[in-house]
């Protein structure tokens, strides 16, 4: 295996020094670090970071190859600075099955480029009706520790219930979609005033914040760890607020494009702005940026859903619900919360890899860059500045909702476990399994 020295890294944003990756650790730090034979990576002034890990990805395969696939989607992670993905389970078939979960997991791990943690569906199908196979999922090889029938919501109280007591027993969590379903129905966007403009049917914070405070609620009650997904209204901000106070077990994410993007964007039906749960008014965002900052909310999660040109080239009302994120999602971090200065570099080392890493019960992602530990690493130029150009990227889809945008920084080379996976911010092909 290659030798790296990375030469004047600043770990986590600090002083620069030099960083030996050898046999899959960070094998010495600063002074120590220089020596003979090792490939040196000029990284003056770049940022190192713990590999990064997303609790909240679509690879769409099986079932959906046209949108992605575990190859091209990993590509796409590797390329944004991930080690780790947790794959959602809204596949076809749903990943309700240890088979399934252990199909995926083998993919991730025969493709290499990051590691591919499936996420096990809470439900049957996910018909929300019927608890699938939680214990042989955690038992598989997969071993999963995250639940999830994420695109839909665990709606019946009474099946909520069980899933949080099923999954203490091997130490999972149950990551819940909240949208409460007849309050959403028909819904194109966020209910507002831009919603009432447009006539087009809204989604209520309040079908959002009913299914927050309702589980929480249940977790205290079941003593069980409950994350919630892709929050985005200032209401489900203070609700996970009064329930971290009170000591309820509860995680919960932001995504890069509501903590960016507003309702405004819908004005031009562009359906790259079509997402669940909807993006939200200015002060959503607002308070979404401020609950990441005080760690009311525990981790960034790119919620990357690519969809195929011809769910999202239609109208607003016949397109699909979901934006691409894997490769823009630091920037967009960087961009409103590290350029602004509501997070350090050591912040966002915490929020996107090691919080996420603990709540997916992960060992060795998300671990402090010392010497001996594995080698899962990121490092960013953050004075780089890019145009987003979709097609450009490895991602199989192209509705990112930045496209055309400038962001800041650039993931200039990904390790995973000592083997590069993308160096001068490039893939590098063919050494990866
Ligand atoms: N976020 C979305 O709008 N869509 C996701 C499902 C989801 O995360 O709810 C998808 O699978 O396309
Ligand atoms: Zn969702
Ligand atoms: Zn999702």
Redesign the pocket.
Known sequence: MTTYLLTGARPLGGDPTDVLVADGVVAALGADARRAGAQVVEADGLVLLPGLVDLHT?LREPGREDAETVESGTRAAALGGFTAVHA?A?TTPTQDTAGVVEQVWRLGRDAGWCDVHPVGAVTVGLEGERLAELSAMARSAAAVRVFSD??KCVHDPVVMRRALEYVKAFDGVVAQ?AQEPRLTEGAQMHEGVVSAELGLTGWPAVAEEAVVARDVLLAEHVGSRLHV??LSTAGSVDIVRWAKARGIAVTAEATPHHLALTDDLVRGYDPRFK??PPLRTAEDVEAVRQGLADGTIDVVGT?H?P?PREDKDCEWGAA???MTGLETALSVVQEVMVDTGRLTWADVARVMSTAPAHIGRLTGQGRPIAVGEPANLTLVDPAARRVVVPEEQATASVNSPFAGRELPGRVVATFLRGRATVLDGALVEGTHR
């Open positions: 679509h959602m809204n994420d695109g979609h997904l892709h997402v669940n919620d859903a969809h699909a619900f979901g």
